[in-house]
């Protein structure tokens, strides 16, 4: 007569790595890449570790502290460019562009950013540096300090056009393209900018060709140059 299957030992199952703060950041990430960050709960996490939300908590005390954790761990991965006087611009610029596309790989956590200031490990070592590259230029204290709040807003900003995309716009530094190429696609601007009436509208209508041309990687480029180039042209006494 056949036999009923005998149910699995537990202790033949393959342990569960133990939990920890970093286990549950990595968990976060994995979660945010598969569906986005509006998708990042503490239960969904939970699931991820194949644990109960209670059991999160002892690490992380709230889906906000989770957010900045993976906001700040996505942050750490970003290489800092040593400070050269001779060429702070040039490494400002390359800085800048390496902490949107790190952020654009995992679309939706530069949203941390905005409405509140972060005050973790890798964001204050990224903001040191940035200090100490616009000091290196020769940018007066008063001004540099305030260049570091539109810099943070910038990046905040880019970085959340393209979490805002649906669907996701792609990858890292293909992020950004996939976020401008859907703002366009959903609003039709190149048969909204041809259709202008140039008696009302006559900058916008003689300029619709500039106005939808370029790729994102050169728009990010340029709002890059405004920041530091503005920063660096101090006044007198500025």
């Known amino acids: 007569m056949?036999?009923?299957?005998?149910?699995?030992?537990?202790?033949?199952?393959?342990?569960?790595?133990?939990?920890?703060?970093?286990?549950?950041?990595d968990a976060g990430l994995r979660v945010l890449?598969?569906?986005?960050?509006?998708?990042?709960?503490?239960?969904?996490?939970?699931?991820?570790?194949?644990?109960?939300?209670?059991?999160l908590y002892v690490y992380v005390s709230q889906r906000d502290e989770l957010l900045r954790l993976m906001h700040d761990r996505v942050i750490a991965a970003v290489p800092l460019p040593a400070v050269e006087p001779a060429h702070w611009r040039d490494r400002l610029a390359e800085l800048l562009v390496d902490v949107v596309h790190a952020l654009n790989a995992h679309p939706g956590i530069g949203r941390v950013s905005l409405g509140d200031i972060p005050t973790a490990p890798a964001w204050l070592d990224l903001f040191d540096r940035i200090l100490g590259l616009l000091l290196a230029g020769g940018v007066p204290r008063q001004r540099a300090a305030w260049g570091c709040d539109l810099i943070a807003l910038h990046i905040g900003a880019v970085t959340y056009e393209v979490g805002a995309a649906d669907p996701a716009p792609g990858d890292g530094a293909d992020a950004l393209q996939g976020a401008?190429?859907?703002?366009?696609?959903?609003?039709?601007?190149?048969?909204?900018?041809?259709?202008?009436?140039?008696?009302?509208?006559?900058?916008?209508?003689?300029?619709?060709?500039?106005?939808?041309?370029g790729p994102a990687a050169a728009r990010l480029a340029l709002g890059i140059e405004v920041l530091i180039s503005g920063l660096a042209g101090a006044p007198e006494g500025g």
Not at 4 to 21: H, V, W
Not at 38 to 49: C, F, H, I, Q
Not at 184 to 206: C, F, K, N, T, Y
């Open 2 to 25: 056949p036999t009923t299957p005998r149910s699995r030992s537990t202790r033949s199952r393959p342990a569960k790595p133990p939990l920890s703060e970093t286990a549950v950041v």
């Open 33 to 55: 890449r598969r569906e986005g960050v509006d998708a990042v709960t503490m239960r969904k996490v939970a699931a991820e570790l194949d644990t109960g939300p209670a059991s």
């Open 180 to 213: 401008l190429d859907a703002r366009h696609e959903r609003v039709s601007i190149e048969e909204r900018l041809a259709g202008l009436d140039p008696s009302r509208h006559p900058h916008l209508a003689a300029s619709a060709a500039e106005l939808a041309a």
